[in-house]
Nanobody, 121 residues
Framework: QVQLVESGGGLVQPGGSLRLSCAASGTIFSINTMGWYRQAPGKERELVAAITSAGSTNYADAVKGRFTISKDNTKNTLYLQMNSLKPEDTAVYYC???????????????WGQGTQVTVSS
């Protein structure tokens, strides 16, 4: 069984910063791509940033230059550093990871429970 647990969300003023964390635990053989998604009220879930097992990253245009995705392979933990936050960044942020639980099996996507980020004065 695999669990992804996010933390670090909260209320921040425009222009402020937050750092999200996502810790993966359980039966993990390997982790492929990990990513952060967000879903604002009334909108579809969208990709914010992703990082491959090799460390290659990609970002949504809306967050380029403001957000940085990173990971600690020794801790199976994913991070999202969010700077210069804007009200339009307000959403529930979800962690996603493609995880193989055993050798020889395919990777399946797992999701965290989400953490609320609210940017407001």
């Amino acid at each position: 069984q695999v669990q992804l647990v996010e933390s670090g969300g909260g209320l921040v003023q425009p222009g402020g910063s937050l750092r999200l964390s996502c810790a993966a635990s359980g039966t993990i053989f390997s982790i492929n791509t990990m990513g952060w998604y967000r879903q604002a009220p009334g909108k579809e879930r969208e990709l914010v940033a992703a990082i491959t097992s090799a460390g290659s990253t990609n970002y949504a245009d809306a967050v380029k230059g403001r957000f940085t995705i990173s990971k600690d392979n020794t801790k199976n933990t994913l991070y999202l550093q969010m700077n210069s936050l804007k009200p339009e960044d307000t959403a529930v942020y979800y962690c996603n990871a493609e995880i193989r639980t055993h050798w020889g099996t395919r990777a399946f996507p797992y999701w965290g429970q989400g953490t609320q980020v609210t940017v407001s004065s």
